[in-house]
């Protein structure tokens, strides 16, 4: 069972030729009783592979897309700074902690590809790429 922060498929690949495998991003595993099941399944002998890397192996063309690399919970934080808000605002709009928000907002830099130099404008940019997307 292969638990990731990040959006790669590479390794899901990898394990799909092995047999029976699991890939959940951690967002996914909240839910215990979920997550007890897709670990009963991978040990019966099947397979788990989280909705989001399902989509990015199938979906042409998402690899052009920068936000193809977000999990569904960084979007969702990403979508909401387009929105204007702080990260205490997303903290409690999620019901969140401020530090959950903070690796999430940092995780979604660091995938767009923003480095820490422009930091007055990180947050800028990575909504100018949300709503680029959007259109």
Request: glycine share 8%.
């Amino acid at each position: 069972m292969l638990l990731s922060q990040h959006l790669e498929t590479r390794h899901s690949v990898q394990l799909a030729t092995r047999g029976y495998f699991g890939h959940l991003l951690k967002d996914r595993v909240f839910d215990v009783d979920d997550f007890l099941d897709a670990l009963r399944r991978v040990a019966a002998g099947g397979s788990v592979l989280d909705p989001d890397v399902v989509t990015q192996l199938i979906t042409p063309g998402r690899r052009n897309n920068p936000l193809a690399a977000l999990t569904s919970r960084e979007r969702e934080v990403l979508a909401l700074m387009a929105e204007g808000r702080t990260n205490l605002g997303i903290a409690r709009r999620l019901w969140l902690t401020d530090r959950t928000v903070e690796t999430h907002v940092s995780s979604v830099m660091g995938k767009l590809g923003l480095a820490d130099g422009a930091e007055d404008h990180r947050r800028v940019l990575a909504v100018l790429t949300w709503l680029g997307q959007q259109a």
